[in-house]
């Protein structure tokens, strides 16, 4: 561990004192002492009052990542531990946690470092130099906090296959942390069994933070006719026919997502009333418009459509696209499920962009539910880093 300080430019640190986790780059005045890249270092403004302590990684345009306001804190496996129950606390307060995010980065002051708890398996993804090294001792914490409560980890698997990890100048890796085991693994989240496969799912295998919109969307299902979009394994579409839904289809671009998709409407016997479709969404949405078809509710849940700001111009244009098929799609009355995972696609800017697709398909909205996010997905205050999942149920009305 280095002994380096960091010291801000005068006038700088906006975002940090804010209550932000990042220092980028451009904030930083100088770097006195010897480090190398990963070492906790100190943080101080550019008049020398203390602002804490993170991790550095010059190879980053995010130079540093914030663990602690504490300069004199020790950083150790103790240091870790705590965190790792703190965060656990607070889920058995706020989520069921048969299948929940244990720590979710920044928001449980563990930057870059994500994981998962489905069932008896632990999946992490482990995205910044610093808190790379401190891999196994946060592991560790895991097991030895849950094993308090009376739950035995069965095994521990890494998803460290982000691309973003090449932005701190790491290598892309999965595989096993201990002993091998079954990857295809049986979860029960709010009454609907699926098989999440840990190994080759996207990303640590399951999207837990639509969590409680997918139980938003059954009251609206019951004899109803549903099309699910970017279905994934299936959440929304079970959860529409656990609902009694009369008909429902899941469409997405994935084979293996779709396989997936079946065999979970197989372990809830819903495979009669839901069934799947392997196809482009931005496709088949204009051909279910010719042919005539049409839905009670149509659910849009699809991948971030940018991953930074320079892109978002180009995402604005799917987001609408995909909305103005899908509210055509709406009968008149029917109900419209829309939401964006992208972090840079703002509320504002995707509020916008309904907008313009309700005019473009000649419909009028009206506002059911505005949510975000699962709770074990938390969202620290007045930093954004941690919010992303904006998320809408409309009724869709015929212009009048």
């Given at each position: 561990m280095g002994t380096a300080v960091v010291t801000l430019k005068k006038g700088e640190g906006r975002l940090l004192k804010s209550g932000g986790m990042w220092i980028f780059d451009n904030e930083i005045a100088s770097v006195m002492g010897s480090f190398i890249n990963g070492d906790v270092v100190y943080v101080r403004d550019f008049d020398g009052y203390p602002l804490g302590q993170g991790f550095i990684n010059t190879a980053s345009k995010i130079t540093v990542r914030m663990l602690t306001r504490d300069e004199h804190l020790i950083i150790d496996s103790a240091f870790f531990r705590k965190r790792v129950s703190d965060a656990w606390n607070y889920r058995k307060m706020t989520v069921d946690t048969g299948c929940c995010r244990i720590i979710f980065g920044e928001a449980d002051f563990l930057p870059g470092f994500v994981a998962d708890?489905?069932?008896?398996?632990?999946?992490?993804?482990?995205?910044?130099?610093?808190?790379?090294?401190?891999?196994?001792?946060?592991?560790?914490?895991?097991?030895?906090?849950?094993?308090?409560?009376?739950?035995?980890?069965?095994?521990?698997?890494?998803?460290?296959?982000?691309?973003?990890?090449?932005?701190?100048?790491?290598?892309?890796?999965?595989?096993?942390?201990?002993?091998?085991?079954?990857?295809?693994?049986?979860?029960?989240?709010?009454?609907?069994?699926?098989?999440?496969?840990?190994?080759?799912?996207?990303?640590?295998?399951?999207?837990?933070?639509?969590?409680?919109?997918?139980?938003?969307?059954?009251?609206?299902?019951?004899?109803?006719?549903?099309?699910?979009?970017?279905?994934?394994?299936?959440?929304?579409?079970?959860?529409?026919?656990?609902?009694?839904?009369?008909?429902?289809?899941?469409?997405?671009?994935?084979?293996?997502?779709?396989?997936?998709?079946?065999?979970?409407?197989?372990?809830?016997?819903?495979?009669?009333?839901?069934?799947?479709?392997?196809?482009?969404?931005?496709?088949?949405?204009?051909?279910?418009?010719?042919?005539?078809?049409?839905?009670?509710?149509?659910?849009?849940?699809?991948?971030?459509?940018?991953?930074?700001?320079?892109?978002?111009?180009?995402?604005?244009?799917?987001?609408?696209?995909?909305?103005?098929?899908?509210?055509?799609?709406?009968?008149?009355?029917?109900?419209?499920?829309t939401c964006s995972c992208s972090h840079f696609m703002t509320e504002d800017l995707l509020e916008k962009t309904i907008v313009q697709a309700a005019g473009g398909a000649g419909v009028r909205l009206r506002l059911v539910e505005k949510r975000t996010q699962a709770p074990d997905h938390p969202v620290i205050w007045p930093s954004d880093e941690s919010y992303y999942l904006k998320f809408y149920i409309f009724q869709v009305l015929k212009q009048y």
């Open positions: 708890k489905f069932s008896d398996v632990i999946v992490i993804q482990s995205l910044a130099l610093g808190i790379d090294r401190f891999k196994s001792e946060i592991v560790e914490a895991i097991k030895e906090v849950l094993a308090e409560d009376g739950i035995k980890v069965r095994g521990v698997y890494e998803r460290s296959d982000a691309k973003v990890r090449r932005n701190e100048g790491m290598e892309l890796y999965k595989g096993f942390i201990g002993p091998e085991f079954d990857t295809l693994v049986e979860i029960n989240e709010n009454g609907v069994r699926y098989e999440v496969d840990v190994e080759d799912g996207q990303k640590t295998g399951f999207f837990l933070d639509q969590k409680y919109n997918r139980v938003a969307i059954r009251k609206l299902c019951k004899g109803k006719d549903v099309l699910d979009c970017f279905t994934h394994t299936g959440s929304f579409a079970l959860n529409a026919g656990i609902a009694g839904a009369k008909s429902v289809l899941g469409v997405d671009a994935s084979e293996l997502a779709v396989r997936q998709a079946e065999r979970n409407a197989a372990l809830n016997g819903l495979q009669k009333r839901v069934s799947f479709k392997c196809a482009d969404v931005f496709e088949l949405l204009p051909g279910l418009e010719q042919a005539g078809e049409k839905f009670d509710l149509v659910i849009l849940d699809p991948p971030a459509f940018t991953k930074s700001r320079n892109s978002v111009k180009n995402a604005m244009k799917g987001y609408r696209e995909i909305n103005l098929r899908a509210m055509r799609l709406v009968k008149d009355g029917g109900f419209l499920a």
